[in-house]
């Protein structure tokens, strides 16, 4: 007792303290002294019954003659250590005829257990539950729902656009958005409310006690209000956040928690394609169509792998003396004898991030497509092919090396290749694409704004992107010979193209009379189905060794 590093202590069959050793002081702050007229209370009060419940089960003759316990124990300077305390029962050894209690300092071990917890039930960027204390808590509230009634609500929220953040700034930057998106999102709660990040820009919100779906509605605009409540400053650069968010809810303990997370999940993808930057309440329908897009991306995924993607080219002419000028590639996906448009499958793509893989694939098969053509039919081959690129695309840091490689590859001069970007991608990132397109147009390759007329894209704007070709969205040409109002627009198109000195071309030309008008506007090139409709790239091969015309 004397020379051991433990607190070492008696105690009688009354619960008094006997012999005392001087470690007492080293591990508690108390000098034995202090203790010989009884002891202070330093076991802490909800500690208490389990080193009671110790000493209880070292008396019983059925049980081991040793138990332990560990609990807080507060130090003279008033902090709490935690103790593990080992009670032997010694009344059968007449030199001591009671209890030997032996105290040890585990203090670090309890805070590396307690820390090493938290870190397997904490998101580690921004310090909120993560997905298995989320699920953890939300069946807790389920189970209440047995003895009380009431509401319950998961609110399942996806930041807008954030992959573009990611890809054109860094995921420093990234982190940073998630970490603002945390701290706003817990100033907005209730107490006993619970806020997670499930993993990437997923986030989760858990209410009870809701009086009505109404309740839910007001939380779910609050949630949004609260990330969109200011911009994000990042690289010089103030960056508005939104968010998507899907409602579920629970009013009986029947439900499981994976599942109602799963139907919030649902909510929110309904949210998206819905536009973006809403809200929206789960309902049945959503959960099947949920299944279908794991589905679709689970059977995209087979197709990439499979090489059943496919493209398809539609040409693009000369107004002058209609020549087969450019190829415009557009991806298919061939099932069978199905061929899939890319309206059945391009959203998932962009939100499963297969777009990148397939975008590359796009790339280099457009590239080895236009070699082949000129390889066989030199004379007819059209000057350049181009490719769609979506918003996540357009700002990966690799994109430039990776048409570098593909044209070199296969021979090709930079002014071959042409880069085809949605005035609306242009628009959810201006500076992203602005500094995306510089670097493009740096290699060489050219650069048109497709569906122009309908991103809302303002002259100011529009001088900054460094671009060579207008591409007039289809719904301003279809009323060309019909409609005065259609004319007045590409004319005005037109003259905005000269002033800036790019050129235009006119989609979705489907009737003579329209193709007429074009010319007469003076419009440079066009394509649509008066032409071709798309083909795939054997039958437009084929043309091109028959003659390259374009019908």
């Known amino acids: 007792m004397q020379n051991v590093s433990d607190l070492i202590d008696t105690v009688d069959r009354d619960g008094h303290l006997g012999c005392v050793g001087p470690s007492v002081t080293r591990v508690v702050g108390w000098e034995p002294a202090d203790l010989e007229d009884g002891h ?82 904490h998101d580690a960027l921004t310090g909120l539950p993560n997905r298995a204390l989320f699920l953890d808590r939300l069946g807790l509230a389920l189970s209440r729902l047995e003895r009380r009634r009431g509401l319950a609500a998961v609110f399942f929220l996806d930041l807008d656009h954030f992959k573009v953040v990611n890809d054109s700034l860094g995921h420093s930057a990234g982190d940073q958005v998630l970490i603002a998106v945390a701290e706003r999102l817990q100033r907005s709660l209730r107490d006993g409310d619970t806020a997670a990040r499930l993993g990437g820009d997923e986030f989760a919100v858990l209410c009870e006690d809701l009086v009505d779906d109404g309740e ?196 090709l001069e930079p002014s071959a290749f042409r880069i085809e970007i949605t005035e609306s991608v242009l628009m959810d990132d201006i500076e992203g694409a602005v500094d995306a397109l510089k670097t493009l147009k740096a290699l060489g390759v050219v650069v048109a704004v497709d569906d122009f007329g309908t991103g809302y894209s303002s002259l100011a704007h529009l001088r900054r992107f460094p671009v060579d070709i207008l591409k007039i969205d289809h719904s301003f040409i279809a009323g060309l010979g019909r409609n005065p109002e259609d004319a007045a627009i590409v004319q005005t198109v037109l003259g905005l193209a000269r002033t800036l000195e790019l050129e235009v071309v006119a989609e979705g030309v489907e009737r003579a009379e329209q193709l007429e008008e074009l010319r007469s506007l003076g419009c440079d090139r066009a394509q649509g189905d008066l032409f071709s409709p798309p083909v795939a790239e054997e039958e437009f091969a084929a043309r091109l060794r028959n003659g390259g015309s374009a019908r």
């Open 40 to 121: 202070p209370e330093f076991v802490h009060e909800d500690d208490l019954p389990a080193l009671r419940g110790a000493f209880e089960r070292a008396s019983r003759p059925d049980e081991a003659m040793t138990a332990r316990a560990t609990c807080r124990t507060q130090h003279k300077d008033g902090s709490w250590r935690w103790l593990e305390y080992q009670v032997v029962n010694l009344f059968g050894d007449p030199s001591v005829d009671g209890y030997v209690v032996v105290a040890r300092d585990v203090t670090e071990r309890k805070e590396a257990e307690e820390q090493l917890i938290h870190q397997a039930l």
């Open 216 to 411: 839910a509605v007001q939380i779910a605009e609050r949630l949004g209000a609260a990330v969109s409540s200011e911009a994000v400053r990042l690289s010089g650069r103030e960056l508005v956040l939104t968010a998507s968010i899907g409602v579920a809810f629970a009013d009986h303990p029947r439900h499981l928690p994976e599942a109602l997370l799963r139907d919030a999940d649902a909510a929110m993808y309904r949210a998206k394609e819905r536009g973006r930057a809403r809200y929206e309440l789960f309902d049945p329908a959503m959960r099947h169509r949920a299944l279908s897009r794991l589905e679709t991306e689970a059977a995209l995924r087979r197709a990439l792998e499979q090489g059943d993607l496919v493209l398809f080219y539609q040409p693009e002419v000369r107004l002058s003396d209609g020549a087969l000028v450019g190829a415009e590639a557009l991806l298919r996906w061939r099932d069978g004898r199905y061929v899939a448009q890319p309206a059945d499958f391009i959203a998932v793509a962009e939100e499963t991030g297969l777009i990148v893989p397939i975008g590359e694939w796009v790339v280099h098969e457009a590239c080895r497509h236009l070699h082949g053509w000129r390889q066989a039919a030199p004379e007819q081959a059209p000057e350049t092919v181009s490719v769609n690129l979506s918003g996540r695309q357009l700002v990966r840091p690799d994109l430039p090396d990776l048409v570098a490689h593909a044209l070199a590859e296969f021979d």
